[in-house]
């Protein structure tokens, strides 16, 4: 459960360990035992400002299986059970806003089993099982692949009508673009030359993905950046068709396409950029950043200029 929460703006650490449990000071061994009465956990410090506590818990949604009370996946046992801790009472109302919400919406067909428990001593796990999705890259890949979890996500979280939602949620041009992957002519766009300073969001999440102060421009005619606001935030995925093999670039939350990343000079004699389709973004203008609820990229603008 590291991993999904890892690189995000306003994620400042995330860490593996135990809690829940009425022993002091549990062990990996103990844990696994059954016989403390702790859940593997993760415990996330974060920024409200640039990623609320709402987002958290439906990141954590989309991570598990809510309707299995008896662990996750190949995993069994009670120290594998799903829960939300909460620290105060404005968590309690806000997780439990969020459980009925998931209740409500039919994706499951099962009773959702996740605990909303107030959080109690947490005991960051050994040195061992710290970044383990890191430390052993193979190893956690073809344990993740075998226990079915992605297969399961994908079944739960990317249905069709999921499809016909994000849909309904798109102009023709952005559906187009964001989830047909046509690019968009170039210099016929809204984006490629931008007076304004301002950010770039993701047209479904609002994601700060990129920012003025790293746009230039490539000489083709499509919005070019040097680097992301938030790295975190996107992902990059080989493309292979008929022509020659590209990368394309991905809102990372979302899943909708950006434009790709692109390695060779552009026409300042810099090397790599992103380029980045109008029509997959939305603009938000310096001026509207606090009104439109990004105060924490504020924070971070002088930095950026």
Known sequence: MVEPFERLPGILSVTSGYTGGWTDDPT???VASETTGHAEAVRIEFDPRLFPYERLLDLFWRQIDPTDAGGQFQDRGASYRT?????????RE???????????SG??????????????????AEDEHQQYHRRRFGHYRLYRQASGRDAFLRRH??????????????TAEQRLTALERRPEPAYANAYWSQP????????LTGDPLFGTPDQFDAGDGWPAFRRPLHDGLIV?????????????????????????ALRE?????????????????RFVPRSRLAEEGYAGQLALWEEMC
Do not use: M, N
């Not at 994706?107 to 960051?124: D, L, M, Q, S, W």
């Not at 000079?265 to 973004?281: E, I, L, Q």
């Open 265 to 281: 000079a552009d026409a300042t004699g810099g090397g790599g950029h992103y380029r980045v389709y109008s029509a997959a973004v």
């Open 107 to 124: 994706r499951f067909k099962g009773r959702i089993a996740t605990e909303i428990v107030a959080a109690g001593p947490f005991y960051p």
């Open 94 to 104: 806000l997780a439990e806003a969020s459980r009925r919400a998931l209740e409500r």
């Open 236 to 260: 990059c995925e080989a493309e292979l068709g008929s022509g020659p093999p590209r990368t394309a670039l991905l809102s990372r939350l979302s899943g909708l396409f950006l434009g790709y």
């Open 28 to 30: 990996y061994e103990r």
């Open 157 to 170: 979280w990317k249905r069709e009508r999921d499809r016909k939602r994000l849909e309904s949620l798109l």
């Open 83 to 91: 829960a939300i801790f909460v620290q105060d009472e404005r968590q």
């Open 196 to 203: 304004e300073q301002g950010i770039y969001v993701d047209l």
